[in-house]
């Protein structure tokens, strides 16, 4: 019997360009690197200059989850593009030329229209670049990338590609060399909440619905999702093939321990992690702090927000940095690395996520696996994520937060009591497991194909 190939696609990881990866793209890495340590594995992701699929080595691909994640202490500061290194230099030379008095209203929303405007020069400049040496190629060498695979291979296709171009090129190499599909959806937030999302709902429903039919079969991260998913094709009118959850771990307390550099960190605060964007809800968290200023609460906590800012930051971005009632208890943290991650949540009092809807919320599994006590909402499938041990309130309830949040920072016998139950009814879930249920899940498939089921 020949043996199987198993091809994983990770193109979001390979093409992200950002200075850091998200929680998805970073266990997304650590999984895949883990499922060639025991399975036949290929990896692959779709080259948008070449506009197919390239194979990548797996020395590629732990040289990129180094640069993202930063886990080691070789790479002091978290990897930035250099067109964004760029547009950072030419920010902080705008601000630095505008008058003391006119601060900070005038200087962050200047830099920041410099910057946007930079960006697409750049990337103007860099795609014309790019077409000008692609022409060059020569097709041997394309040819030389282009991925193989046989009838039988199985593809686990890690993105969730939204450009029709993309689905119909893996739809020409899936079926063109006769394998199976196998796609991991996390989420579909674009179709249930699209007020949390950039791309049209009726355009990424026919993308989808295009990615499932190829499919045999689909994995998510999520009961929650899975309904989601399942009640999408429902409303398709399209059959949803079977489904199995893969519930997410993470590596994050196995990074070294760095303090954050560049920004001032009392000993005792709480801690929110997340991309600032809307479905994350850290404008509930601000004017919960706000409050605190306005009514003179004396022993209210300093809050930490860390993380990458994303789409429509600007007003969230312009409250933390210029509202007088948050300048002495609001802290915000850029884009920390790993090890800056593990030791804030090592060090936190306890954290807090409000998002709106997750598909999972991997910073409430990272505060329950550093022993910490998470406030976060009921939305989505964060149910799922507090395993029973996270404190759930209404997501929008800001007098209930308040509330929460005193007592639970002026309650030490209370905190402990809840810490230490997560100490003794949890046990951490390694990504190793993650990578372990997945490849026995994918062996289990070889092994449906060699049988014709």
Partial sequence: MTERTIWVDITSSMTNRARRVSGIQRVELEVTLGLADVLPVEFVHYDFRARHFVSVTRHEVAERRRLLVTEGSEVSMP???????GRARVGAWVTSRIPDRLRPDLAMNAAWRVEK???????????????LLFVGRSQELLDRRTPGG???????????????????????????????????????????APQFSTLDPSVFDAIFCKLVTLSTKLVTISECSANDIRGLCTRQGIDCPPIDVLRLASALTQATLRRPEGVVLPDEFVLCVGTVEPRKNHGLLLDVWESFSRDRVADAPVLVIAGAPGWLVEETMHRINCAPELRQNVVFVDSPSDPELHWLFRNCTFTLYPSLYEGWG????????????????????????????????????????????????????????????????????????????????????????????
């Fill in 150 to 192: 046989r009838p039988g291979d199985l593809v686990l296709c890690l993105t969730m590609h939204y450009r029709p171009d993309v689905i119909d090129e893996l739809r020409a190499w899936v079926s063109g060399r006769q394998m199976e599909l196998v796609t991991v959806a996390y989420d579909v937030v674009p179709s249930i």
């Fill in 117 to 131: 405007a930079v960006a697409s020069a750049a990337r103007r400049g860099r795609r014309g670049l790019e077409r």
């Fill in 362 to 453: 991997l910073p409430v599994t990272e505060s329950l696996d550093s022993g910490k006590v998470c406030l976060t909402t009921d939305r989505g499938s964060l149910l799922e994520a507090g395993e029973g041990l996270a404190i759930h309130l209404d997501a929008t309830d800001r007098f209930v937060w308040r509330e929460a949040i005193l007592d639970l920072w002026r309650n030490v016998e209370r905190r402990q009591r809840l810490e230490q139950r997560i100490r003794e009814d949890r046990e951490p879930r390694a990504v190793g497991a993650v990578a372990a249920d997945l490849a026995d899940f994918l062996a289990a498939r070889r092994t449906a194909v060699d049988h014709g089921r």
């Fill in 79 to 85: 990897v930035m593009a250099p067109e964004r290194a």
